[in-house]
């Protein structure tokens, strides 16, 4: 396949440890993933789904401990302990080299060992990157070739280079006492061990395009980002590009393939996605910011995900998808999960692949789901109605907006701008969000969670945090404008006050108006809020208190969550940029 000296070397030294029965290069051909997912089906792996209804779709179920990312065994391996910083788990390279190594040996005994070549970002971009996972999984490797660009063209445009990562994966015994996610990025490396789950062995994704790739955007001068990038297309035809980043299961998937209001479609609005959770973004020639979305699929959250709810999201899923973890309905070998429909399926299988009983379906006790609540679909971009025209594109495209946001209860309003590059920055590494099923332990409780990166930053948390204050020294006045929104305010029934979904398309019109200077705003402490008749509510059953409501700042609340930010940014001691301290004090000045 290839004469890589760099490349020849490594699978090498991983074959010799690993031992395998049988070595097989992956080259994304039609042919080698029908004999794939025979295999699978064969062994049980894969479940094949009603090829009428969802022609090349299967099922997969992970092991019972193995469904979401696993943060507390997840480590930046790097020389200085510093490096890794405050927020993140670290172990020293060597260590942990030989820990994984010994764990690894042989653990292919009998088995395949896959090489699977993939090119992060349209193959041959310059804003893209390759990669080669090691893995002997096919659940793994037949959704690599869904997530990234998997083709022989990966290793031609390599050539000898030694810029690409190396991604080694075995799934050993599924053992959450060995489980380990390792990222090396002074090695360009990740080792994942113990797991069969998504975001943990899936190592283009969080591993590779957010923590290695973080590392390199903070040594090369550009970002790797926690982001969706959507194109807002008005009547005029003229499309405005923005990139948000939410914490996991916070909406990035469902804001990134919004369908609007229908009076806003008849008027000629349009959303069409780019990309759903990554973003890499670098200073065009022009001087503003272009971002690309390196994968080549979508890795969604499946409850929820309904017709109304996220109708783009479910078509993509009507071909050539593997579920993982959802139910399986018996009747016609379909899926289904909570929130799809509320026809509860009377003779199913739920996630673990028991009998579900829909008598004792209760919606607040997650034991009782029938689909897992992280439970999820890789559904291929191109399967998208509302794909954008630019997504394979190498070039990126301009954005002209950053959002940062989260789910907070009281706190946060519906939307705010903030009053700088700076601001914008001191939102970003102050954002909080309630925690959710996408990672492994307790849900609901709020947590700093800076830029949405805390579990993805692949070095210390400060020197990103300068990184992004010295990315704005470079735009200067072409800078995104930065705002933070929050679909998520509750009554005090604990109902969302906000419709959300394709209403955020509301906002979303304030936020272009104001990057353009045609939207009036308010200045308040923390930012500039709209003008509550600024924010369209026609057709909408909610009246102007409401959201005046949902618009304010509270100062007791504000007081107190200054209080926290101040305590996060202890964690940080003198490493903090000063510029964000100034911001704090201001704030806390503004706030009196
Ligand atoms: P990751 O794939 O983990 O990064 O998640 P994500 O950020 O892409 O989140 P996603 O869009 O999949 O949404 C997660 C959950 O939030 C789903 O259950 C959605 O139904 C819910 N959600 C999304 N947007 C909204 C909204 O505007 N309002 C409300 N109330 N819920 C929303
Ligand atoms: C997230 O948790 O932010 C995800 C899913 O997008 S995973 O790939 O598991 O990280
Ligand atoms: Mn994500």
């Not at 051909?29 to 004999?35: L, W």
Request: hydrophobic share 35%.
């Amino acid at each position: 396949m290839t004469n890589n000296k760099t490349v020849l070397k490594w699978i090498d030294e991983i074959k010799n440890l690993v031992n395998p029965n049988e070595v097989v290069w992956i080259d994304g051909s039609k042919e080698q993933i029908e004999d794939l997912r025979k295999q699978a089906v064969a062994t049980g792996e894969l479940f094949k789904l009603n090829q009428e209804l969802l022609p090349d779709c299967y099922l997969h179920r992970t092991k019972e401990n193995d469904v979401a990312r696993v943060e507390d065994r997840t480590f930046i391996c790097t020389t200085d302990k510093e490096d890794a910083g405050p927020t993140n788990n670290w172990y020293d390279p060597k260590e942990m080299y030989t820990k994984l190594y010994d764990i690894a040996r042989n653990s292919y005994t009998g088995k395949t060992m896959y090489i699977i070549p993939f090119s992060m970002g349209p193959i041959g971009s310059p804003l893209a990157k390759i990669g080669i996972e090691i893995t002997d999984s096919i659940y793994v490797v037949l959704n690599m070739v869904i997530m990234t660009r998997v083709d022989k063209k990966v290793l031609e445009v390599l050539g000898d280079s030694n810029d690409w990562v190396r991604c080694f994966h075995s799934r050993c015994d599924i053992d959450p006492e060995k489980r380990y996610i390792c990222q090396f990025p002074e090695d360009n490396t990740i080792i994942s061990v113990n797991s069969g789950y998504g975001g943990n062995v899936l190592l283009g994704k969080k591993c590779f395009a957010l923590r290695i790739a973080s590392y390199q955007g903070w040594k090369e001068g550009w970002m790797a980002e926690h982001m969706l990038i959507l194109g807002l297309e008005n009547p005029k035809g003229e499309v405005k590009y923005v990139a948000a980043a939410f914490p996991s299961a916070c909406g990035k998937t469902n804001l990134a393939m919004l369908i609007p209001p229908e009076y806003l479609r008849e008027k000629g609005y349009k959303i069409w996605t780019v990309g759903d959770d990554i973003s890499w973004m670098r200073i065009g020639e022009d001087g503003r910011l272009y971002a690309i979305n390196p994968e080549n699929g979508f890795f969604g959250v499946a409850p929820g995900t309904n017709e109304k709810s996220n109708f783009n999201a479910l078509e993509s899923t009507k071909k050539g998808t593997i579920f993982t973890n959802v139910a399986l309905d018996l009747n016609d070998n379909t899926v289904w999960w909570e929130g799809l429909n509320k026809n509860l399926p009377e003779n199913a299988l739920d996630w673990k692949g028991n009998k579900w009983d829909p008598s004792k379906f209760d919606k607040t006790d997650k034991s009782t789901c029938a689909a897992h609540p992280n439970s999820r679909f890789t559904a291929p971009a191109a399967n998208c109605p509302c794909i954008s025209s630019e997504f394979d594109k190498g070039a990126g495209v301009p954005i002209s907006a950053i959002i940062f946001g989260g789910r907070r209860a009281k706190c946060a309003p519906l939307v705010y701008q903030s009053k700088s590059w700076e601001n914008g920055v001191f939102i970003g590494s102050a954002m909080a969000s309630e925690t959710t099923a996408a990672a492994a332990g307790a849900v609901g409780v709020v947590r700093r969670d800076p830029m949405a990166m805390l579990p993805f930053c692949g070095y210390h948390m400060a020197d990103y945090f300068q990184h992004w204050l010295d990315m704005g020294k470079k735009l200067g006045d072409k800078a995104p404008k930065i705002f933070n929104v929050n679909w998520f305010r509750t009554d005090d029934e604990g109902n969302f006050i906000w419709p959300g979904f394709g209403d955020n398309m509301r906002v979303l019109n304030w936020i272009i108006d104001r990057c353009e200077g045609k939207a009036d705003a308010t200045e308040t402490a923390i930012g500039y809020i709209p003008k509550p008749e600024d924010i369209d509510l026609t057709n909408l059953d909610m009246d102007i208190e409401t959201l005046k409501d949902i618009l304010t700042v509270d100062k007791d609340v504000w007081e107190k969550e200054v209080e926290e930010i101040e305590k996060h940014y202890e964690k940080f001691g003198d490493k903090l940029p000063a510029e964000l301290r100034n911001q704090l004090e201001t704030l806390k000045n503004n706030l009196k």
